[in-house]
């Protein structure tokens, strides 16, 4: 059995969204709701009834957004394409989003699990190079699977029903990645504030997350840690265009194991990158972000040696007799952290000042300890990621299954009554809950060993 399919434009009335002037404040902090994609990429839920900010009457004539009633469908087209929920009360959005507002054919509650099942063709139909969107037109020609409406419903209220336990398998699975981040925290200050006495004594230094560490225990600013010849430093402000002969060039955002690479990384212009030679990296620093996602360090390989970086992220070179696998979780301990991490400000991104870097306080002990502790950690950290990878594998066996069965349900590719009858979602749930049980507590173990 298959059902029909139609355009989006012939199942739904499409409105296009604007934004009124930023500068102008009486358009407002109003009561109009006004969404943008970021509002519909926050969701945990499918209904949406207002976005992070409000627009006035004003603001609303000054601009091309258009108003949909409730039961309307909220769908971003572009950055990204595809987010989407269902208006519980008429609201307007910005040029970012379309509001679907849906024809006789189509039931709300169908047309919201027909085009999920869709979003996959809607990411494939958007076009452009700085940033990918959906236009208009595109969006209208695309097409949904339509039956007739008392079938529609018995097949919204099935995926209701069967999506339930699906999502909160995917739950206990943030849970079981928070438990593992929690874990690897908990890790990190016990090894880099653990090796000292037992004998504890209060020390806060304008520090107050730093308190109750061993007496015997030596803090050390981090600009005492680092060559002096090459202090704490951060880069480019402007990098300009990406060039495919250039000097590579680190942005916050690349401070991750799987970034620091020739072959991810953007370049500059050599020119550009002239007048910051001071900020160059070599291969054993660390780089750490200092803006937006701020705190993820990771050390330099030598394939990068010779990059610069962006005013997001900075260089530390350690000196002598401090070792950068060391240094480098310390810098991620949350008892050192966290003084970072309180300081960060900015009005629209969130940074570390670079002096509060350099004055941030590192438990530094003797190098062939920190050796020690190192090792430790390394041997934790893989076990931690081992796991971070067992539940990612099933959060995408969860995905997988969840999308199949939306799409096979909304295209008639399957009877929705006999298979609720079967339990045939609850038997390959099973499956992977026991699988993903069985494998945290295996990994827990080794963890705690």
């Given at each position: 059995m298959s059902f029909r399919e139609v355009p989006i434009g012939a199942a739904f009335d499409v409105h296009n969204g604007a934004t009124p002037a930023s500068g102008e404040e009486s358009y407002w902090d109003g009561s109009i709701p006004w969404v943008t994609p970021a509002d519909l990429g926050g969701l945990c839920g499918r209904e949406i009834a207002e976005g992070s900010r409000a627009i006035t009457p004003m603001g609303y004539s000054s601009c091309g957004t258009q108003m949909v009633p409730a039961g309307s469908i909220i769908l971003s087209t572009r950055a990204p394409v595809g987010h989407m929920a269902i208006a519980k009360n008429a609201m307007c959005f910005n040029q970012g989003c379309r509001g679907l507002i849906p024809r006789r054919i189509i039931r709300t509650d169908f047309a919201y699990w027909a085009l999920l099942a869709r979003r996959p063709q809607l990411e494939s139909a958007g076009q452009g190079t700085t940033f990918i969107e959906l236009a208009r037109g595109k969006l209208r020609a695309e097409r949904v699977p339509v039956p007739d409406l008392p079938t529609q419903k018995v097949i919204a209220d099935f995926l209701d029903r069967e999506t339930v336990r699906i999502d909160q398998l995917i739950g206990k699975k943030a849970r079981f990645s928070a438990l593992a981040d929690e874990r690897w925290r908990a890790t990190l200050d016990a090894e880099i504030l653990?090796?000292?006495?037992?004998?504890?004594?209060?020390?806060?230094?304008?520090?107050?997350?730093?308190?109750?560490?061993?007496?015997?225990?030596?803090?050390?600013?981090?600009?005492?840690?680092?060559?002096?010849?090459?202090?704490?430093?951060?880069?480019?402000?402007?990098?300009?265009?990406?060039?495919?002969?250039?000097?590579?060039?680190?942005?916050?955002?690349?401070?991750?194991?799987?970034?620091?690479?020739?072959?991810?990384?953007?370049?500059?212009?050599?020119?550009i990158e002239a007048g910051y030679v001071k900020s160059r990296l070599r291969g054993g620093d660390l780089v750490i972000a200092i803006r937006g996602g701020i705190g993820d360090v990771e050390i330099v390989p030598a394939e990068i040696e010779g990059a610069n970086l962006t005013q997001d992220a900075a260089r530390i070179a350690p000196r002598h007799g401090v070792l950068n696998h060391w240094l480098r979780y310390a810098l991620q301990a949350p008892s050192v952290f966290a003084p970072l991490g309180a300081g960060a400000n900015g009005a629209a991104?969130?940074?570390?000042?670079?002096?509060?870097?350099?004055?941030?306080?590192?438990?530094?002990?003797?190098?062939?300890?920190?050796?020690?502790?190192?090792?430790?950690?390394?041997?934790?950290?893989?076990?931690?990621?081992?796991?971070?990878?067992?539940?990612?594998?099933?959060?995408?066996?969860?995905?997988?299954?969840?999308?199949?069965?939306?799409?096979?349900?909304?295209?008639?590719?399957?009877?929705?009554?006999?298979?609720?009858?079967?339990?045939?979602t609850d038997r390959r749930l099973d499956a992977i809950e026991a699988d993903m049980v069985a494998g945290a507590k295996v990994e827990r173990q080794q963890v705690r060993a």
């Open positions: 653990g090796w000292a006495t037992a004998r504890k004594r209060s020390l806060t230094n304008g520090h107050p997350y730093i308190s109750d560490l061993p007496a015997d225990l030596v803090l050390t600013p981090l600009k005492h840690l680092v060559n002096p010849r090459r202090p704490v430093m951060y880069g480019i402000v402007l990098p300009g265009p990406n060039v495919e002969n250039g000097v590579m060039i680190v942005k916050g955002g690349d401070v991750k194991p799987d970034r620091l690479s020739p072959d991810r990384l953007c370049k500059t212009t050599r020119e991104v969130r940074g570390i000042n670079i002096f509060d870097l350099d004055r941030v306080l590192v438990p530094t002990p003797p190098t062939a300890e920190q050796a020690t502790i190192a090792d430790r950690l390394g041997v934790k950290e893989q076990q931690i990621i081992r796991m971070g990878e067992k539940i990612s594998e099933h959060a995408e066996l969860i995905r997988e299954l969840r999308a199949a069965l939306i799409t096979a349900a909304v295209t008639g590719q399957i009877d929705v009554a006999t298979w609720g009858k079967r339990g045939t």
